[in-house]
């Protein structure tokens, strides 16, 4: 044997017997340790008692580290639940501890410390230390563990102040929790910091006490608990209390609102929303005189209701909340989806609560979001519950206004015209701010303060030019631009393995802004192809006067108001069939980089009274919100056909929709950047209203394409085919006067055909394959329909 180690008999036995005791003693540092931990011992002696690399008992404390317990051997009579509130360790160390089966010992794991029960275990390691899996994850007991028995003085606790830290969160304390909280914690010993877990109808709520009463301390907390423990004697200044059946609980919910405003107000500051500068400065105006910052003359008290307004991710709740975090006074959030009750009264008696807490604890603001879901318009469908936080509302807003409390209220909404007009009336919220689309300029300042997050390489240039092409883009979309580049730079990244830091390009976000699109576009969009103005042969006249249109006012906007004008509001291109009208829609969709809105005729109708005029009103709302745009409206004489002309059931319909597409486009509502483009092949068959300056400015002939847009057109359809050296393109420009584009087109697939008919793997189309194609493919625009345009242009001009 070892030296300075001898070996441990128990009491009561003879040193003759054969049945030696596993423990051993140190003789130079009276620890007792275990035959397996001998050889480690004999290097560490004294071994350390902050980390200790193998188990013993010293002093009466049992130095070891946490194990999971089985479950398989739970002690018998002993209920699931009460394990958790249990440390098995082997008898004899228990003996060797001087612990009772079922005395109290406190847990110390780093600085973790639990009072827990000793129970006896089978396990055949004898300095082992076993703890349920819940026990060790609630209160983080993991690594070296010391035992030792509860010696210190236990105070009774007239009061535990707790607060709720695990994923089930109860609303509020009910009496029948209360009663569980009293039962299951009768008679435990607890420690300030501790936390514990109580079954409630299949789940596990978890606590964390936070504060105690007790008749020896008033009034302990945390913090004032960690100035009071000292480094070397940590157990004995570790105060710890029983709760019996009489001690109250109480469920603390303000740390969580705390945590909830802070992290609201760290979220949200002035300094980061950008392009609202001035709206911000007139809402901190009203606010001011609110909140009583600035007197007001005489006894009038102004109004202290601020409604603010704008389409969906416009950045209404992010003014609000940045507003509020720079006064830094208390502050209410109402969300309807918070406060609504299924019993009767409740939701009311919510609303007056936080109405009454605001103005105890002056100056204050409540922040009420999407106040039309709270108390929609009272309509004939309204419900009574409705009604009632209706008036409940109107009452408490009439009670603030009446009285000088310092109280304002700041509401939020995307539908203005679902608020109820009890609520917009003077005297209740009659400030309302548009939080309107951004434009170009503020655009970039939002921009700019995002990247300002980001690591980006980008130039002011750039900026300005992702600023200038995001048309209709909200704050929320151009988040979702930067989350888009900061996501490819991030794939790029992975691909590429580099090792540099990762900053976002320019290429990022060129390559976002083909898969962004404006949220207000998501109900309508459309994918438009990618047609270049080069790939229209010809329409040379036509192509300048849709720049006009739709280019000059959005690159040279300054071009316009020094003449005192207003950009063309509508074009319409009318001409043959096949002479590509859509075609150049389509392209200008691309080329002009503005929101493309297609309205097909047949979905504007609907056999409801009022759908197919909601139906134009719509499309022209979101034209407007992603200004700006162009509308296309192809064959319009199937919309706009003439009034009174036809004698069908469905003209009344049609006459309705006219009438509305003529008020959209210069009715009192002003159209803004958005531009119609229309086609037609019949522009006598169109209601005159609709041709008129103003509405549809200009009108275009599409004529059949003269020789030299038919040579533009076969060079640009050749190009990517493998013709002869015998197929000249002069000629084929000569045989196909009085064609239109389509045919031409039409003329080259057919040719292409032919080639492939003879032999599937040529590879060639020569001379004959296009006579073939010309035998087939004759001009089908009539003269009749020639001489139709003819006249009509002579009439318009």
Known sequence: MADGISQMIPKGKESGRKSLSPWMTCETCQSILTLKDLEVHNTNCPPNLVTWNHNFIYGGILYSTVETYNLSEQPKNIHVRALDDMVFISQSALQLCEIAIGDCVLVIAGESKVVKTAWPTKDKSLTSVSLTKHAIELNNLRGYVKIEKLNSSVDIAKEFVICSVGKHILPEATMELNIILKNHNEQKVFTIGNKFSVPFYGKKLIYKIVKVISDDCENIKLSEQFKQLSITDETRNTKLYKALYNTKWTILNEEQEKKKEENKKSKFK???????????????????????????????????????????????????????????????????????SKSSGETEKKLQDIFTEAKDKAPSIILIEEIDSLCPKRSTSSTDHERRILSQLTALFDGIQNANDNVVILATTSKLDLVDNSLRRPGRIDKEFEI??????????????????IPNTLSLEDIQNIAFVTHGFVGADLYGLCSQAVLN??????????????????????????????????????EVPNIQWSDIGGQKD???????????????????????????????????????????????????????????GPELFSKWVGESEKAVREVFRKARQVSPSIVFIDEIDALGSERGSSSSAGSNVQERVLAQLLTELDG?????????????????KIDK????????????????????????????????MPIAEDVHIQDLVDLTEGYSGAEIQAICHEAAIKALEEDLNATIITKEHFKAALAIITPRTPASL?????????KIH
Not at 491 to 509: A, E, G, M, W
Not at 510 to 516: D, K, M, Q, S
Not at 544 to 566: C, D, N, S
Not at 674 to 680: C, R, S
Request: proline share 5%.
């Open 489 to 526: 730079a991030v794939k790029y990244q992975q691909k590429t393995n580099t090792d540099l830091s990762l900053k976002v390009t320019i290429s990022n976000f060129e390559h976002a802004l083909t898969v962004t699109k404006p949220s207000a576009m998501k109900e309508v969009l459309i």
């Open 270 to 340: 002035i300094q980061d929303i950008g392009g609202y500068d001035n709206i911000i400065e007139d809402i901190k105006d009203v606010l001011d005189i609110g909140l009583g910052l600035y007197q007001s003359i005489g006894n009038f008290y102004i109004s202290k209701g601020i409604l603010l307004y704008g389409t969906s991710g416009v950045g209404k709740s992010a003014i609000a909340n940045a507003l509020i975090s720079q006064y830094d006074i208390n502050s209410t959030t109402i969300y309807s989806s918070d406060i609504y």
């Open 436 to 453: 309107h689309v951004p434009t170009t300029n503020m655009r970039a300042e939002i921009f700019k303060k995002m990247l300002s997050k």
């Open 542 to 600: 036509l192509k300048l006067k849709l720049k006009q249109a739709v280019e000059w006012p959005l690159r040279h906007p300054e071009v316009f108001l020094r003449m005192g004008i207003t950009p063309p509001k509508g074009v319409l291109m009318f001409g043959p069939p096949g002479c590509s009208k859509t075609m150049i829609a389509k392209a200008l969709a691309t080329e002009s980089k503005v929101n493309f809105l297609n309205i097909k």
């Open 786 to 794: 020639i001489n139709l345009y003819n006249e009509y242009m002579n």
């Open 668 to 684: 009192v509502t002003a159209l803004g950047s958005v531009t119609l483009v229309a086609a037609t092949n019949r522009p006598d």
């Open 689 to 720: 209203a609709l041709l008129r300056p103003g509405r549809l400015d200009r009108i275009i002939y599409v004529a059949l394409p003269d020789y030299e847009a038919r040579q533009e057109i076969f060079d640009i359809k050749l190009r990517n």
